[in-house]
């Protein structure tokens, strides 16, 4: 039988998670040649190519999604049995490994962990943001945080917010220049502020009331994937954004931004941290939870 160590192994999971053995490199500590001679060690041993390499790219192969599918878990069991060791005095000691979506840190999130390793000084966390939803037990992830209806139905899900609505909103001047939208046809003919989504598409705005719902591609004379990039634009009177509402209250608040269409914007399930609830949960995560459970939701 083969046997391979648990640092190459560690090093394949760090490729998987950061997409390049530079990055994965830097997140582990190593050079990047330390990176790619031990997954090249492994493949030897295994005989079997884990990724397909380009100057631009790593991606595993099919070999490699099924044999990190396998380690994944069984790796996450290992550094839980090690952290369940060092936990003594019943203080959460390790790493936390958390997959979250792009543009929450600066909301909640960072504000959360700040707190939790304040309260717990022998946790490690590790955020890896990103728009794809992957298997973040295969993935070696504690948690992973998503948008509620996105969350994988064997999950165990804590509220992290409240309900989210997303709003068509301007600047008062860009409205008094150029109209405020009463109906929905009416964004058509406006400046849009558009998201683009991870797949490369532009995201359609999903207006909704009384049972009717549209899907309006407003055409964009900006796009980004950048969620604040997107606010600064429409606070800039770029144009009308359709933006989640707890990301601008303040300015909502102050007057900055006005909203439109208000009947036609409803709520949804917020945002949830999610973990498998058939495994044994480890001491940091266990923390992690009490703490959003004594925080309470926001929003």
Not at 186 to 206: K, N, V
Not at 222 to 246: M, N, Y
Request: hydrophobic share 40%; net charge neutral; no cysteine.
């Amino acid at each position: 039988m083969h046997r391979s160590g648990l640092t190459e192994l560690e090093v394949v999971m760090a490729v998987v998670r950061r997409g390049s053995f530079r990055a994965a490199a830097q997140e582990l500590g190593m050079s990047a040649t330390a990176v790619s001679n031990a997954v090249a060690g492994l493949e030897s041993r295994l005989q079997t190519r884990l990724f397909n390499r380009t100057t631009r790219s790593v991606a595993l192969t099919d070999a490699g999604q099924r044999y990190v599918a396998r380690i994944g878990p069984a790796l996450q069991e290992i550094r839980q049995a090690s952290e369940e060791i060092h936990s003594d005095t019943g203080e959460p000691a390790g790493t936390l490994r958390l997959n979250v979506p792009n543009n929450v840190g600066a909301l909640f999130l960072d504000a959360l962990l700040i707190d939790y390793m304040q309260r717990y000084p022998k946790m490690r966390v590790e955020t890896v943001s990103e728009a794809r939803m992957i298997d973040i037990v295969a993935e070696g992830y504690d948690a992973g945080i998503r948008l509620a209806e996105s969350v994988p139905q064997d999950m165990i899900a804590i509220p992290l917010t409240a309900d989210i609505r997303q709003v068509v909103t301007a600047t008062p001047d860009y409205f008094a220049r150029h109209g405020t939208p009463t109906v929905p046809d009416d964004l058509l003919r406006h400046q849009g502020i558009g998201m683009r989504m991870a797949h490369g598409g532009s995201y359609r705005w999903e207006l909704a009331r009384r049972g009717e719902q549209l899907a309006l591609a407003v055409p964009a004379r900006f796009a980004t994937s950048d969620l604040f990039a997107s606010i600064r634009a429409v606070k800039a009177g770029l144009g009308v954004g359709f933006l989640p509402e707890l990301y601008i209250q303040q300015e909502l608040n102050r007057g900055e931004l006005i909203t439109a269409l208000n009947d036609w914007t409803q709520p949804f399930a917020g945002l949830r941290l999610y973990y498998p609830g058939h495994r044994h949960i480890p001491p940091g995560l266990r923390a992690l939870v009490s703490m959003i459970r004594e925080h309470g939701v926001t929003g």
